[in-house]
């Protein structure tokens, strides 16, 4: 058999209120929109014991209210965060669509940009050319690619941030609501490329607010509540037993 393709083991993290660190986007905004859990030391638990496996080929789902934990999970799973404890494996190549464009220059031009995250996570400059062309072609923005980012529209750099995550071949893909990514054209585009990588056996881990996205594209799913597992299982059933409030 062979070993998972992310493996969350008793995993927990948490953030102190009024600590004074200064805490990642990702890992915070939706969380204060949900309850803190208070301690004795004003602590709040966004992940308490969580453990999961995505099999490789495989789709898990993630959902839960705002404030469940599950832009939190996401960031430990691509490293942009590290658990308090516990332990988070990969294997294989990841690529993650989350706050799209958050690690783009703004004086870097497009394919400056294109080039240095390629290059941050391991890519020669003749892979990076390699793949060039075809994040280019996807996100439709071969006229502005010379120019700089800050010169964009939001849209324009969502574009330009998919694009460049869903061509770089991953062995893993991390998404965070991925029909929100554009105009409908290229929401369709997007989910599309997400079918062909289910298709190609590539392993998914998706969050998001949408049943009907998760039952579509996803094989399981988990219900987080408060920084907890509610509930794990084939992605049919539990997104009925979260609609259902059970």
């Known amino acids: 058999m062979l070993p998972a393709a992310i493996e969350f083991r008793n995993v927990t993290k948490t953030f102190a209120r009024g600590s004074g660190r ?6 915070v905004f939706r969380q204060l929109a949900g309850r803190w859990r208070r301690s004795g030391t004003g602590q709040f638990h966004a992940l308490d014991q969580i453990s999961f496996t995505v099999g490789q080929g495989r789709s898990l789902g993630l959902i839960g209210h705002n404030g469940a934990g599950k832009s ?4 430990l799973a691509t490293r942009v965060a590290e658990p308090d ?6 294997r294989g190549r990841l690529s993650s669509v989350l706050d799209l464009g958050a690690g783009f220059h703004p004086d870097l031009s497009g394919h400056e940009n294109m080039r240095l995250n390629a290059a941050l996570i ?9 793949f060039a062309p075809g994040i280019a072609a996807f996100s439709g923005l071969e006229s502005a690619l010379d120019d700089p980012v800050r010169t964009y529209s939001s849209g324009m750099v969502m574009r330009l941030a998919f694009a460049i995550a869903v061509e770089l071949d991953p062995d893993v893909i991390v998404v965070d609501e991925m029909i929100a990514v554009g105009d409908e054209e290229f929401q369709q585009k997007c989910l ?7 298709e190609q056996g590539k392993s998914i881990l998706l969050a998001s607010h949408s049943m009907h996205t998760v039952r579509e594209f996803c094989d399981d799913a988990l219900w987080l509540d408060h ?6 299982g084939p992605a049919a059933e539990v997104t009925a037993a979260y609609k259902s409030g059970a």
């Open 22 to 27: 200064r805490l990642l986007a990702l890992d």
């Open 72 to 75: 939190t999970l996401l960031s």
């Open 85 to 90: 404890g516990g332990e988070v494996i990969v």
């Open 122 to 130: 391991g890519f020669t400059r003749a892979r990076i050319e390699q």
């Open 192 to 198: 599309r490329r997400i079918r062909e990588f289910r």
């Open 227 to 232: 920084g907890r597992i509610r509930m794990t």
